[in-house]
């Protein structure tokens, strides 16, 4: 009997590069993201991105020989180290030769194959830091003829052949006379010709054919600032050019974004354990200093709920292959850091937007909307404002969303099916970096980016509420992770009422139902002293803080307000109605409101009610509570409820004589009295001639006849 392994057909290899574009690697701006993590992973500080029209240059008399290298070009350049390892990581398919590498994301995996979207083969040409040079030409479609030879060749494409020496100068001295590398400098180069209709007899994605003018019209929509936002994520790159072929063929530059660190790099190498540590800075335009601007927090998390988590035998594995060539299983990266990064640039539109998106370095799913990865809410701002929320998370088989994120923000447990241990843990990880890690950063790094850029109340505001409205703040889950430490409150001081970062723990909460007037500061003097004790807080803002830290006003607290024999009768009408308006907002928050009314001077008349008169404009006065049980008992006072009531009352005022009627808000005759308190209608003024008040003239009495009738 034979023994062997299974073959790999190119066709195996074409089936599995339409697979992965389809449901893995979206064409755009997803593909240089990867382009941008490769980069990074290979040291480069700078990547130039250049659409080439043809090689033709003047300075060039030589003619190019390799059919594809006539056709216009995505070009792809960076000044980043290039090893015989990555050499193999390039033209492996399916598996992952840098598994095990903490330092590297990407750098050649299933990511960098995203490039398909645009060719059917492309080059690369290299040289390391160590002098040595790496060429080829990658053509999928090509076989092993004799697999005692290792020539690959195109059967049916027989030109579509390996980079000639003539050829590769030509690229160099094209690439040096643009100023895209440097003959004594390492460098790594990504040629990828564009698919043409003439590839129709063959190809990886049917009637798909970019030129120059389609790429640049899909990639340019802000470029610059999807490229200026990610910089700051990253170990080594800090610029990263955008170059458009001329019509002559010349390379013209269309914009340069350059990152500035106004603080200590984010070097995560260097993070103490457990410490958290700020970075901020801003990303240069070729011509706008301030293009964006950032600051961020990040963490490195150690203890013993980490160690657990990693040390389980269950923890994900991926197989690879150790330097000898020899398949192994190796652990999935472990690295517990985590970071919050807050960023705004000018916006093109009308108004502004705030944009969520979680992100392992580099945003996930960014070209999707509403969904637990990324969501969008719009401000009426100048600014777009993006929050990138990073963790070393597990992603799905698809690498495009956060395993379990949806499920951890609405607090969906998983069900007994899966029996996937590595899953679970998996979970257990990510829940883990949410709660513990990336969350409790937000709000501190949010209210650092405000501080360093003395961002004005009324923005704050608006920030505030854009946060409020999304689907993350409304998790409860979520919202535990980004208030663990802190919240964002709008808060009441007699000093001036402004937004503040506060530190939950350390003073309790009490919501303000309206702003204290100086007025009220002066009559309570214990509001001021629960200024500096408490946290008073405008409920009527977009609050930043868990719902389950915040404190209701407790009884003896509103007792002590209130029992400091307030001297309402020195006051004008307006001020008394005031202070007493404000007491009765804070009443209705607790259960025994009416022990606490006796605790105000019976005799002070500062209760507003509208005095109901015939035929007249409205007339208010003010009574003590005194007043008010008298006319109460004499069912002589009504609910303001709607506006019949009025009509009622108005005609009940003209059908009685040397009486007066009353109408008083409803909140307030809650409070303020143990009977309810009825609106005035048809069975309330029955009720009240049934005491047999004195009556006016039968003229006067009509209206109310006619409505008893």
Request: charged share 25%; hydrophobic share 35%.
């Amino acid at each position: 009997m034979s023994y062997t392994g299974f073959s790999t057909p190119s066709i195996a290899i074409i089936n599995q590069i339409q697979t992965l574009l389809k449901e893995r690697y979206k064409e755009g701006f997803p593909v240089i993201k990867e382009i941008i993590q490769n980069a990074n992973d290979g040291g480069a500080s700078t990547l130039h991105i250049a659409l080439v029209q043809n090689l033709k240059s003047q300075s060039l008399n030589r003619e190019i020989s390799h059919p594809l290298l006539k056709r216009p070009a995505l070009v792809f350049i960076n000044n980043g180290d290039f090893s015989d390892k990555d050499e193999r990581a390039i033209l492996w398919f399916g598996a992952d030769l840098n598994a095990s590498d903490t330092s590297k994301v990407g750098k050649f995996g299933l990511g960098q194959k995203s490039i398909f979207h645009f060719c059917e083969a492309f080059f690369y040409l290299a040289k390391s830091s160590k002098e040595k040079e790496y060429q080829a030409f990658v053509n999928p479609w090509a076989k092993q003829v004799d697999p005692m030879n290792p020539v690959w060749q195109d059967i049916q494409r027989p030109d579509w052949e390996g980079i000639s020496s003539t050829d590769r100068q030509y690229l160099k001295d094209y690439l040096q006379a643009q100023g895209l590398i440097q003959a004594d400098q390492q460098f790594f180069v990504l040629w990828i010709p564009l698919r043409q209709e003439s590839d129709r007899d063959r190809w990886i994605l049917s009637n798909t054919y970019p030129n120059i003018n389609s790429i640049s019209h899909h990639l340019s929509e802000r470029l610059d600032v999807k490229v200026a936002t990610l910089l700051p994520m990253l170990r080594s790159l800090n610029t990263v050019n955008y170059w458009i072929a001329s019509d002559s063929g010349r390379l013209e530059k269309q914009f340069s974004v350059s990152q500035r660190h106004d603080s200590e790099s984010s070097d995560r190498d260097s993070l103490e354990p457990n410490i958290v540590r700020s970075f901020n800075g801003g990303v240069n335009r070729s011509d706008d200093q301030d293009f964006v601007q950032y600051l961020g927090k990040e963490i490195k998390l150690e203890n013993n709920l980490v160690k657990t988590i990693h040390d389980s035998p269950n923890w994900p594995q991926r197989l690879t292959e150790d330097d000898k060539g020899n398949p192994k299983n190796t652990p999935d990266k472990p690295d517990s850091h985590c970071s919050a990064i807050i960023s705004r640039t000018k916006s093109y539109a009308q108004t502004g937007k705030l944009l969520i998106q979680w992100a392992v370095f580099l945003p996930v799913a960014d070209d999707e909307k509403d969904i637990a990865e990324s969501e969008q809410i719009d401000i009426d701002s100048q600014w777009d404002y993006t929050f990138l929320l990073h963790g070393y998370f597990f992603l799905d088989s698809g690498r495009r969303y956060i395993e379990f994120l949806n499920k951890i923000r609405d607090g969906i447990e998983e069900g007994n099916e899966n029996n996937n241990k590595s899953s679970q843990i998996a979970r257990q990880w990510n829940e883990f970096l949410v709660a513990k890690g990336t969350l409790p950063l937000a709000l501190s790094a949010l209210w650092n980016f405000i501080e360093n850029l003395a961002i004005p109340e009324a923005e704050i505001s608006l920030i505030c509420s854009a946060i409020a409205q999304s689907s993350l703040y409304k998790s409860q889950i979520f919202k535990s992770g980004l208030c663990l430490n802190s919240a964002i409150v709008h808060r009441i001081h007699p000093s001036g009422n402004s937004w503040h970062l506060v530190d939950h723990r350390s003073k309790p909460m009490r919501s303000l139902p309206t702003i204290p007037s100086e007025q009220i500061w002066q009559t309570l003097p214990q509001l001021s002293k629960y200024a500096e004790d408490y946290f008073l807080i405008d409920p009527k803002k977009s609050n930043l803080f868990d719902s389950h830290l915040w404190g209701h006003w407790r009884s003896q607290e509103i007792s002590q307000l209130i029992d400091c024999q307030l001297d309402l009768n020195s006051m004008s009408d307006l001020d008394k109605q005031e202070v007493f308006n404000f007491i009765v907002s804070i009443l209705e928050s607790v259960s025994d409101k009416k022990q606490l009314i006796s605790l105000i001077n019976r005799d002070a008349k500062f209760v507003k009610v509208r005095l109901v008169e015939r035929n007249t404009s409205p007339n208010y006065c003010y009574l003590s509570i005194k007043d008010l049980e008298s006319v109460q008992q004499e069912k002589r006072i009504f609910t303001n409820t709607i506006y019949n009531s009025q009509d009622w009352a108005t005609a009940l005022a003209e059908a009685v004589k040397d009486t007066q009627i009353f109408l008083v808000e409803q909140r307030i005759a809650l409070i303020l009295f143990e009977e309810t308190i009825r609106e005035c209608n048809r069975s309330s003024c029955l009720d009240f001639l049934r005491l047999k008040p004195k009556l006016s003239s039968l003229g006067d009495r009509q209206n109310l006849l006619g409505r008893l009738i």
